[in-house]
DNA sequence: ACCTGAACACCGTTCAAGT
DNA sequence: ACCTGAACACCGTTCAAGT
């Protein structure tokens, strides 16, 4: 069988394609060859539906991105049936407020679902339709919780960072309990000049709250929420 | 010449010729062949001297960090002289804050001084010793700064998480302006069920505060202040 | 211990050719 | 337009062998 059936596959078929490889094997396994042998097809073929690897990982991500949506609107609706009309001063901040927090945990928890996910979007540039409807939203939210066009833009991209970092961290520290053991390395470490630093000691606290590590959802909630006092703090124009 | 003559190498020059192909050609550029080839190896003699390429990574991240100590060391000792011996309430506490500070920031700026240090970082756990000393600093620092050991643990991930965002995304954007175009790619993104954020209707702020774009530093430094303002609000153990 | 050379099982991408 | 097959220039890693 040489030219092939003529198969003429949809992008959405390629993607659940790659999916499947992200969820069984890893962001390292989703390859051109890896997803066309899933698919029958030989490497070239792919060629077809994307210019690049690089394409393929943002149809990828804006996939991933699409979830947010329609999930973020039934999230939305449980929250808006609770709140009623109350009409008190700062009522829309506080609006504003849980509206950034249900796009950011919802994000989250999307990226933590499908294990991999993170890789995807640190690899790819987030300027995807779906991804620029993400930044319009939170910079929507952060301008009715009082913020000028230049602090929302700011406090967009810290939320942004905030997240992806998160979890970037999370799926290391998974990847790091269940893979090999870090070799010595000693030679490597420039012995650190520590004499200005001597009012702090050597701490043995770290390995203490190392142990009491909390849960990565709690984690990231509570500093989720450390960001946005900080972030929501002054409503107006008070600060340079 | 089959065995060749026993040069017997450090690690140090290893790493030197492996620091020497990020700077030139990025961070995926930087494989054992690569650096093997630098020093006039055969990619298998690599492995007499790192297990595998993550050790190999490994090194080189304890060597980025562990040029934050020397370097933190001067900038501590120009901000202590500085200060003098203030004593007012809560003195310590903005002392603390002023060390996270420092400690953020020139992990930064070793960071960018170094492109493609972050695909590093990213790609590989950060437990070995200058890792960990760094923490500690960050942890001895909040605890100074009056947090308890949970909370103390959580704002160090915070701001690692911070900073490695950061200068994640901003490196991302610094290939996208130089790179290719993304693609169209549409039939990739299914469409938003929008009905219930409609009281954000369609934003065209995104354009306005992404064309007054700030400078990478400037928003970096804004977005960790906001930060720190929300962990170090609360004093004591006010907070759940 | 340090190194070579051959080999295995992979990559992304291009090109000429077929239907 | 969609696909194959051959090819190019790469990967990380293992193994047997040399000094």
Redesign the pocket.
Known sequence: M???P????THAEILDAAFGLLEAKGFE?V????VAGVL??????M???YP???ALLAGMVEQVLGRLDTRGADAAAAASSNAGDAAGPGASAARARTRIVTLAEGLRSILVERPGAVGLLLATPLDGPNARRLDERLLGAFTDAGLDPVQAGRATHAVRVHVLGAVAFDAAEVERAAGAPVPADIEAAPAASATLWDDAETFPLGDRSRELADDPAARFAWGLERLLDGLLAHPASARS
């Open positions: 040489r030219p092939g003529r198969r003429s596959l396994a390859s051109v060859r890896g029958g097809l030989t490497p070239t073929a060629y077809t539906y690049n690897k690089g």
